[in-house]
């Protein structure tokens, strides 16, 4: 089997969490670098990877690593890739370039150049809503050509429609419970759920389903794919529910609703509209409260947060004996207003440019 570096891309701080899930998935010896993961593989590989990987942004294929300080010679290069070996003959492409710190600095020109050299290569036409895209980064005169086989980014699972007040991305929520050690295995509770994407990913990681199990991927396009190769579990889970979420919002649990059944996870779900200090454990069996309740900049006043973050941890110290708290905030003084004993936060993750931590407890 002809094998790949695979570049596995995230946002800054999630790496090491996603090398973890790279390793517990079956990818050999994953390294992180900054903003990815790395492993080596097949198209297999490649396909499940896509599938799978509930942490990864987007699954690159490197074609082609080389310095070059001119155009001309990015263009030499670029000619020289075998791009019949990837891409279907005249596909629709997009090149997207980025330079740094390099002789090359004009991004554009350096685009212009591979689409002329993919052009050449496959008759490709060039489209703003690509079959294919193409990679091109250039840091310190050395040019990386990789190929972009996922397409949408993976928090796409292709399932969310309706969408709260700063929702968390999927990738996101997926690797806090991965950081929270939550596995499917006891029940879970977000009393500030938004559009339901903690109890929608915790629900799914329950029913052993794939995460792109309901969407499509850029690698289904290219010539060498096998759709045998790569089977999808669609099956409808049975409750009984396992993964709560409650919020104040009406809206808010109307779209959770919606985006459950839609996932297909709606059996082992429950939502209900209820302020923070009406929330009770819902399973006499204890778990992990999970939740990202809103932080300054985005929503809310600040004042009102401390006494949210005030009364989140009042109620869960009163009546969640047992459970866990996972708490996702970019603030160590909101986190701090719950009066919960709390461990050491974990690494500063990136949410949209603004750092957030996992704040977590010991059972409580
Ligand atoms: C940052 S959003 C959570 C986003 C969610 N994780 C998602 O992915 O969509 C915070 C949520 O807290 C809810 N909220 C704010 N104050 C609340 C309160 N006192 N009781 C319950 N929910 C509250 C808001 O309605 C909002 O949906």
């Known amino acids: 089997m002809q094998r790949y570096d695979i570049f596995l891309t995230c946002p800054p701080g999630l790496e090491p969490v996603l090398a973890d899930e790279a390793l517990a998935t079956g990818f050999m010896t994953p390294r992180c670098i900054k903003g990815g993961v790395t492993f080596q593989g097949g198209w297999p590989h490649i396909w499940r990877a896509n599938l799978e990987l509930r942490c990864a942004t987007r699954v690159l294929v490197r074609l082609a ?24 003959p005249a596909c629709s492409v997009a090149v997207e370039a980025s330079c740094r710190k390099s002789r090359i600095y004009h991004s554009g020109a350096a685009q212009e150049r591979v689409e002329l050299a993919l052009q050449d290569a496959l008759g490709c036409r060039i489209s703003a809503a690509p079959t294919v895209t193409i990679k091109l980064r250039i840091d310190h005169d050395i040019c990386t050509l990789s190929l972009d086989t996922s397409g949408e980014a993976l928090y796409m699972r292709g399932h969310k429609q309706a969408v709260g007040k700063a929702p ?5 929520a997926a690797a806090f419970l991965r950081l929270a050690g939550y596995r499917g295995q006891v029940p879970l509770l977000d ?21 792109g199990r309901a969407r499509h991927f850029a690698f289904e396009a290219l010539p060498n794919h096998d759709a045998s190769a790569l089977p999808r579990n669609t099956n409808t889970p049975d409750g009984p529910p396992l993964c709560f979420g409650s919020d104040r919002n009406a809206g808010a649990i109307n779209a959770s609703q919606a985006n459950a059944e839609r996932a297909g ?3 082992l779900t429950e939502f209900h509209q209820r302020s923070i200090a009406d929330i009770v454990p819902p399973t006499s069996q204890p778990g992990l409260v999970m939740v990202n ?5 985005r929503i809310g006043d600040k ?13 869960l110290a009163q009546r969640f004996a047992g459970w866990r708290l996972a708490m996702v905030t970019s603030e160590p003084g909101l986190a701090k207003a719950t009066s919960l004993p709390l461990l050491e936060p974990s690494a500063a993750i990136d949410h949209g440019g603004l750092p957030v931590r996992l704040y977590q407890t010991d059972q409580l």
Request: charged share 15%; aromatic share 10%; net charge positive.
């Open 65 to 88: 690593s080389f310095q070059a300080k001119q155009l001309s010679q990015l263009e030499r290069h670029a000619r020289g890739v075998d791009w019949a070996a990837f891409l279907p």
């Open 303 to 315: 004042r009102q947060l401390f006494a949210l973050y005030g009364a989140l941890g009042k109620v």
């Open 191 to 211: 009393p500030m759920c938004g559009s339901g994407t903690f109890v929608i990913e915790a629900a799914e990681l329950a029913a052993g389903l794939s995460p």
């Open 293 to 297: 309740p809103p932080y300054g900049g």
């Open 168 to 172: 968390i991305r999927e990738t996101l």
């Open 265 to 267: 996870v709606a059996a």
